[in-house]
């Protein structure tokens, strides 16, 4: 497929796309560049401007080449009364859709299926799916079109694996709006649509953000003056937090095995001198010198918080993380912890070697 399709496919699922975005699609700013340069001449696309906010959106010429050449792909984004195919210029609209694009557009780099010909029926029947063979995104626009229990939801879309359910969050570089009682009615639908289709597999919640340095703000969260913005709550079990950057690839791949997250631990446990085997336990193990280490590298939220708190104030223990993790990690934890860095690149090297 010709690179400036894959952006044009992107805009179209998208509404509106990022002005940013372009080069990360493309996968370089100057070919990018040259690309856009040539769909605004040609009439497929135009750029909005307006308010700080910058993206791309289709014209007529550019929702026609798409309806003719790629119809199965994302013809339902640009037919009939849907959202995308109506795009409206008022700024927190745009503004929703670029949190919308920014966690297509992620997985989609992540190589993970977003597009309706490459994907299942969403909640589709669990029994013709076989464990760990299925994993594709679904946003917003694909479920809670015409469900009103869901609608306010700040959910961008579901991430679907062969074991588990993941509603899907972008928070850009700011805490986003959080309405703890409309959050929980989106993880009970899902729930009950997994049921309807016959599988029991685990809801929680992946909020990705533009950086990682931005975890801090919100594992630090106490909701705002109005208590209307993003805190760890117990809306759900587990928030996954995953930094919109290639490195967090090696997140995601554990995030839709389960197996080769067993094989890493498996294999990290290696450097305890001793494991914890306590089923609620918040270290992993203990070093030579019987001080714990905490295993942080899948970013989980409600476990980093727990380990702050097992800390104390005497700061004894190691944080074992990613190496583009430490930073931030430390940021929140202190410098006087000990830190063990693990390369993301090798961690990948293993997990596909040995999968």
């Not at 029947?125 to 009103?148: F, W």
């Not at 975890?215 to 969260?221: F, H, R, T």
């Not at 109005?226 to 117990?234: E, G």
């Amino acid at each position: 497929m010709k690179k400036q399709d894959e952006l044009l496919l992107l805009i179209a699922v998208s509404g509106e796309l990022p002005t940013d975005l372009a080069g990360v699609i493309i996968g370089s700013d100057s070919y990018a560049a040259t690309i856009i340069t040539l769909l605004k001449k040609e009439g497929y696309i135009s750029v909005r401007n307006k308010s700080g906010c910058k993206g791309y959106v289709l014209r007529m010429k550019g929702k026609r080449y798409l309806l003719q050449e790629y119809e199965t792909e994302v013809g339902y984004f640009l037919q009939g009364a849907i959202e995308t195919n109506h795009v409206k210029s008022e700024v927190q609209k745009r503004i929703r859709l670029h949190r919308m694009s920014k966690a297509w557009v992620f997985h989609w780099k992540m190589g993970i299926p977003i597009f309706r010909n490459k994907k299942p029926k969403l909640f589709g029947n669990h029994s013709e799916i076989r464990e760990g063979e299925i994993t594709a995104y679904y946003g917003s626009l694909e479920y809670k079109n015409g469900v009103d229990a869901i609608k306010g939801s700040r959910a961008c879309g579901i991430l679907i694996t062969g074991e588990s359910v993941y509603i899907v969050y972008h928070t850009l570089s700011q805490r986003m709006k959080w309405a703890k009682k409309m959050e929980r009615a989106m993880r009970s639908w899902t729930e009950k649509q997994e049921m309807r289709s016959g599988s029991m597999r685990p809801t929680e919640a992946v909020i990705i953000g533009d950086s990682m340095d931005f975890i801090g703000a919100l594992l630090e969260s106490d909701g705002g003056i109005r208590k209307n913005l993003f805190l760890v709550d117990d809306v759900y079990d587990k928030y996954y937090y995953l930094p919109m950057s290639e490195e967090s690839y090696v997140q995601m791949m554990l995030l839709t095995s389960q197996s080769k997250r067993k094989m890493l631990c498996q294999f990290l446990n290696r450097i305890l001198y001793k494991k914890e085997n306590k089923e609620y336990a918040v270290n992993a193990g203990t070093d030579e010198n019987g001080h714990p280490v905490y295993f942080c590298y899948e970013l989980e939220l409600h476990h980093l918080l727990r380990i702050k708190q097992d800390m104390g104030w005497n700061r004894k223990g190691s944080i074992l993380c990613l190496e583009y993790q430490r930073k931030a990690l430390g940021a929140f934890f202190g410098e006087e912890v000990k830190y063990i860095e693990i390369a993301s690149h090798k961690v990948m090297q293993y997990l596909k070697q040995e999968g």
